[in-house]
């Protein structure tokens, strides 16, 4: 079955770090790039970042509010993606997704979606 | 960076009837080399993550009803339900996957009349 099982979610405070899992399934994971999406309570969905395949060095790339607090990482061997979340704040709270384009390394739109995992930033 | 401007942000159709969502991109996602429109469409219900519905701006997902039809070209683009059912209740965003910071529009929300 294809599919993305995210976790590592939870209640964090300010200022706190959280590391969340992609575990993937199903499809040709080291061959595809994985991305993170992110969607606070009622809101719409807002990109985190993406981390690219082996061949293009696993280029990394982050939206502009994420920058130098979220790493994007993957272990090819495990078949996982992970987001590590640093300094974070109240407005991070939401329901993480990973998701790709299944065995594309770019230009892919996103045909595979876990089912999210919620992070909360609050004291 | 690409902004996605969708429009109505809200839209009301009887049973049985069509709608349409538009998609505006402040840049061309048209790539020239392989005349692909980096356009994809998505639908979102309560309590689920998004599914994918149309790709390359007009091109049916695996097991997508035919109802559901995207067209358009460069920077706007529309997503047409033809007759609608009361499952298509949902959240619809239009995504461009032609360059990083990849970008959604903000969403409309599709109800019954």
């Known amino acids: 079955e294809v599919q993305l099982v995210e976790s590592g979610g939870g209640l964090v405070q300010p200022g706190g770090s959280l590391k969340l899992s992609c575990a993937a399934s199903?499809?040709?994971?080291?061959?595809?790039?994985m991305h993170w999406v992110r969607q606070a309570s009622g809101k719409g969905l807002e990109w985190v970042g993406r981390?690219?395949?082996?061949?293009?060095?696993?280029?990394?790339v982050y939206a502009a509010s994420m920058k130098g607090r979220f790493t994007i990482s993957r272990d090819d061997s495990r078949n996982t993606a992970y987001l590590q979340m640093n300094s974070l704040k109240t407005e991070d709270t939401a329901v993480y997704y990973c998701?790709?384009?299944?065995?594309?390394?770019?230009?892919?739109?996103?045909?595979?979606w876990g089912q999210g995992t919620m992070v909360t930033v609050s004291s | 960076d690409i902004v996605m401007t969708q429009s109505p942000d809200s839209l009301a159709v009887s049973l049985g009837e069509r709608a349409t969502i538009n998609c505006k991109s402040s840049?061309?996602?048209?790539?020239?080399?392989?005349?692909?429109?980096?356009l994809a469409w998505y639908q979102q219900k309560p309590g689920q993550p998004p599914k994918l519905l149309i790709y390359?701006?007009?091109t049916r997902e695996s097991g997508v009803s035919d109802r559901f039809s995207g067209s358009g070209s460069g920077t706007d683009f529309t997503l047409t339900i033809s007759s609608l059912q009361a499952e298509d209740v949902a959240v619809y965003y239009c995504?461009?996957?032609?360059?990083?910071?990849?970008?959604f529009g903000q969403g409309t929300k599709l109800e019954i009349k």
């Open positions: 998701t790709c384009g299944s065995g594309s390394d770019q230009g892919a739109a996103f045909d595979i």
């Open positions: 199903g499809f040709p994971f080291s061959g595809s790039t």
């Open positions: 981390i690219r395949i082996k061949a293009s060095s696993y280029a990394t």
């Open positions: 840049q061309n996602v048209l790539y020239s080399s392989n005349n692909k429109n980096y």
């Open positions: 390359w701006a007009s």
């Open positions: 995504h461009q996957y032609y360059t990083t910071p990849r970008s």
